[in-house]
């Protein structure tokens, strides 16, 4: 197999790793779903196509809590953070942000918003 061939491969399967969780993993809890289909795949590769894939819009960085998380699904959605666990969960129902005026006037043109509330989650407060 050509280098090229098994990069796109590589990538292929980290993408099916992180479209299969919803636990919006960071690079080193994906690198070790990875690893398990890939035995000799090192942290930097998936480090790499990570980042790649998030500049191009295939999937979502999310940057919250000081880590870098990554969502599978690419398309713009509410999110809920932990701040003791700080585990990142999709929420379910819509959420309507309203666009202020003030935003339209400064120029630009507004495509998108991302949400994130935080707290601490059901789990978190029991020991609490
Ligand atoms: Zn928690
Ligand atoms: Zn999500």
């Given at each position: 197999m050509k280098i090229g061939q098994r990069r796109s491969k590589q990538r292929e399967l980290i993408l099916e790793e992180l479209k299969g969780v919803?636990?919006?993993?960071?690079a080193d809890e994906l690198y070790e779903l990875v690893r398990k289909r890939?035995?000799?795949?090192s942290l930097g590769t998936v480090y790499r196509n990570l980042e790649l894939m998030a500049s191009t819009g295939v999937i979502l960085k999310i940057e919250s809590g000081g880590k870098n998380r990554f969502d599978g699904n690419a398309t713009p959605h509410p999110h809920m953070r932990c701040t003791e666990c700080g585990k990142v969960e999709d929420l379910m129902f819509p959420v309507n942000v309203p666009v202020p005026d003030q935003l339209e006037a400064s120029g630009y043109k507004v495509t998108g918003c991302t949400i994130e509330y935080y707290g601490i989650c059901p789990d978190c407060k029991n020991i609490c």
């Amino acid at each position: 197999m050509k280098i090229g061939q098994r990069r796109s491969k590589q990538r292929e399967l980290i993408l099916e790793e992180l479209k299969g969780v919803t636990c919006h993993p960071t690079a080193d809890e994906l690198y070790e779903l990875v690893r398990k289909r890939i035995s000799n795949i090192s942290l930097g590769t998936v480090y790499r196509n990570l980042e790649l894939m998030a500049s191009t819009g295939v999937i979502l960085k999310i940057e919250s809590g000081g880590k870098n998380r990554f969502d599978g699904n690419a398309t713009p959605h509410p999110h809920m953070r932990c701040t003791e666990c700080g585990k990142v969960e999709d929420l379910m129902f819509p959420v309507n942000v309203p666009v202020p005026d003030q935003l339209e006037a400064s120029g630009y043109k507004v495509t998108g918003c991302t949400i994130e509330y935080y707290g601490i989650c059901p789990d978190c407060k029991n020991i609490c």
